[in-house]
């Protein structure tokens, strides 16, 4: 005897799989455009002289990009070939260049805050454009 699962219960986790992806795609992307938009205030914060604003907005875009990895988290290969892995490399670079900032503007420097924050940017904005 041959069991078709067309529209059984195979269909059905077939249905339950597609939705659970494409939520936890919908809640990345969510958590980016949020990031960008902590990241924009950072930089403006930066410019208008606010260290503090610099730290805690660099800080919650640290934490939506945290959730965001959550929900679509990248492999890390052990011996990384350039180029192979571009989101999980940008990643990288996006919390990196947060960390400087953060370090910066602690440090009362102003200018290298906000362009270690602007570079964070760049990156993120390459992240969400790469494969």
Do not use: W
Not at 106 to 120: L, M
């Amino acid at each position: 005897m041959k069991i078709s699962c067309a529209y059984g219960p195979c269909g059905l986790l077939a249905g339950l799989i597609f939705f659970a992806m494409s939520s936890a795609m919908v809640n990345a992307d969510e958590h980016s455009r949020k990031a960008q938009e902590y990241l924009e205030k950072a930089i403006k914060s930066g410019k208008e002289g606010s260290m503090e604003g610099v730290v805690s907005h660099t800080e919650e875009a640290r934490k939506e990009l945290i959730e965001q990895n959550k929900d679509h988290p990248y492999t890390n290969l052990q011996k990384p070939i350039y180029g192979e892995h571009e989101k999980a490399e940008h990643d990288k670079e996006i919390f990196e260049e947060m960390d400087v900032a953060i370090d910066e503007a602690k440090g009362g420097h102003t200018q290298e805050a906000v362009e270690a924050v602007e570079r964070a940017s760049v990156h993120l904005q390459e992240k969400e454009q790469s494969k």
